[in-house]
């Protein structure tokens, strides 16, 4: 049985600068079932798994001069990442070894679901370099799992956690507000089963519903009651308020972890470090240029088997990282730097900010702490619209 600790403060710099360092995020584009809210890329069908598996380690290869500096994180993230054999996993990791070069502890996270974490499935993973899981629980509640149509059942997602604490120390659970007819004491009760199971991270999300999904048809067709924007604000104040009376830090909007235990991918993006983006649909950015691969498994196996990279590429004007910049910034507890402004963007970028961002302190939404700028608690709801009121669009 493996423990492993992740001893970081979790509390990087405020200027988010990289250093050096880069993260690997890995799409595996497999599940058991369509969830009705989902509009990520995957297949329910695995019978090309093992093919997909071969032609993301030559991506890793193919992109291996991408990565600047040592790999602090590495994320397999999905679809379904824990439909992964022990095998299949342990290929992916060789390879990421023969070509990366990883710092001394990198944060190596995989996404899974509590269908698939039996006691077996938690071993097999806990002898792998894997040391931080996130486990998609979204509810605690049978009649919001058959509304997002998850695989998964109440009385699983409580025994997964108990399990997974058994082999890991550092886990994540993800959870959902404002559900269609779910009430605050419903909320309030999800939140106190991951307080009781003592999961020291929670991401947590307002159910959005995307053009065609599942959800959306539903609710066109009045089988499912619209989302209620009032009531997902409510169950925000309720999340904030319970978590960090409970000893969380609201480090960035939907995510709240105990000290030492910040996802350090999560804040990576958020702080504009580098990643390099692996399998169809991935994402990846260098800082001046972002990457997207096909979303399609049989396109990008066989441009893979080519040696081709099967991607589109956007390169960023300075507005564009600048907007950027402000927009991740905001939603993290260490603001915005006015000094980075000028630094990296000039003084017409800094000017811009200081005019746009005064209205929005004198109402309130925003607050000025010496050279940072936060969204204030009564903002903090606001955060995207709030950023877009700071963005800048007649500048290249």
């Known amino acids: 049985m493996t423990k492993v600790r992740n001893d970081n403060s979790g509390k990087p710099s405020p200027s988010g600068r990289s250093g050096g360092a880069s993260g690997i995020y890995l799409h595996i584009p497999f599940c058991k079932q369509a969830c009705h809210y989902c509009d990520f890329h995957f297949s329910t069908s695995v019978r090309k798994k093992g093919e997909l598996v071969n032609a993301l380690c030559v991506e890793l290869e193919l992109r291996k001069k991408e990565a600047q500096g040592a790999i602090e994180t590495i994320y397999f993230g999905g679809g379904t990442p824990s439909l992964l054999s022990h095998a299949e996993l342990n290929q992916i990791f060789e390879t990421i070894t023969q070509h990366y070069t990883l710092a001394q502890k990198p944060e190596i996270t995989l996404e899974a679901n509590p269908d698939d974490l039996t006691a077996e499935k938690l071993q097999d993973l806990s002898q792998t370099p894997i040391n931080r899981l996130s486990i998609g629980v979204q509810s605690f509640f049978e009649e919001d799992l058959r509304v997002m149509n998850r695989a998964h059942s109440s009385a699983e997602a409580k025994k997964s956690i108990e399990l997974a604490r058994e082999y890991f120390d550092n886990i994540s659970i993800d959870l959902i507000y404002g559900m269609p007819n779910m009430s605050t004491e419903r909320w309030g009760a999800n939140i106190a089963q991951a307080l009781a199971l003592g999961v020291p991270h929670i991401s947590a999300y307002a159910l959005t519903v995307e053009p ?11 089988l499912v009651s619209p989302v209620d924007d009032d009531a997902a604000r409510e169950h925000f104040d309720i999340l904030v308020d319970t978590l960090t009376r409970e000893g969380f830090d609201h480090y960035e909007f939907s995510n709240f972890g105990k000290p030492g235990y910040y996802s350090q991918n999560n804040l990576a993006y958020w702080m504009g470090k580098t990643y390099v ?17 096909v979303k399609n498994n049989t396109k990008y196996i066989k441009a893979i088997a080519q040696n081709e990279l099967p991607h589109d590429v956007e390169t960023l004007t300075k507005t564009d990282q600048y907007n950027e910049y402000v927009m991740t910034r905001l939603r993290t ?11 990296k963007y000039g003084k017409t970028y800094y000017n811009y900010l200081l005019k746009q961002a005064e209205p929005l302190i004198e109402d309130h939404l925003l607050f000025r702490d010496e050279d940072i700028i936060k969204v204030s608690t009564r903002g903090k709801f606001l955060s995207d619209g709030i950023a877009s009121d700071l963005f800048l669009i007649n500048l290249s």
């Open 333 to 343: 507890q260490y603001g915005i730097s006015l000094q980075e402004v000028k630094e």
């Open 277 to 293: 983006g692996i399998g169809p649909s991935a994402h990846g950015f260098d800082g001046k240029h972002r990457y997207w691969n």
């Open 212 to 222: 065609n999904t599942a959800l959306k048809k539903m609710i066109e067709k009045q």
